[in-house]
């Protein structure tokens, strides 16, 4: 079993910044594509940004492609989400997803192993 942890959330104003950061406890940190999934109450969780196993390969969703930068630190085991230009739409708890099939598509049901979540929190 793979255990994941995130962190890195917190409360800004709107325009503001935030890096998010992502361990998980597999014996080899590149075996996996991951990505990064958030939760607005009473919805689904979406696809925010995923990356595959080597980095040369990302999707963004529409709603944040140019403001949010998804990277991979394989030699230091760390995954991070750079959120700039927030708005109070971004706020939600995001969550790390380890092991992807089809990163490129970036899809709740595909994910194989979840984080606990960090709550993001953008005032206007």
């Known amino acids: 079993q793979v255990q994941v942890m995130e962190s890195g959330g917190g409360l800004v104003q709107a325009g503001g910044s935030l890096r998010l950061s992502c361990t998980h406890s597999?014996?080899?940190?590149?075996?996996?594509?991951m990505g990064w999934f958030r939760r607005i109450p009473g919805k689904a969780r979406e696809g925010v940004s995923c990356i595959n196993w080597s980095g040369d390969t990302t999707y963004y969703s529409d709603s944040v492609k140019g403001r949010f930068t998804i990277s991979r630190d394989n030699a230091n085991k760390t995954l991070y989400l750079q959120m700039n230009g927030l708005k109070p739409e971004d706020t939600a708890m995001y969550y790390c997803?380890?092991?992807?099939?089809?990163?490129?598509?970036?899809?709740?049901?595909?994910?194989?192993?979840w984080g606990q979540g960090t709550q993001v929190t953008v005032s206007s």
């Open positions: 597999g014996s080899r940190f590149d075996a996996y594509a």
């Open positions: 997803a380890v092991e992807l099939g089809a990163p490129t598509q970036c899809m709740e049901y595909d994910v194989g192993y």
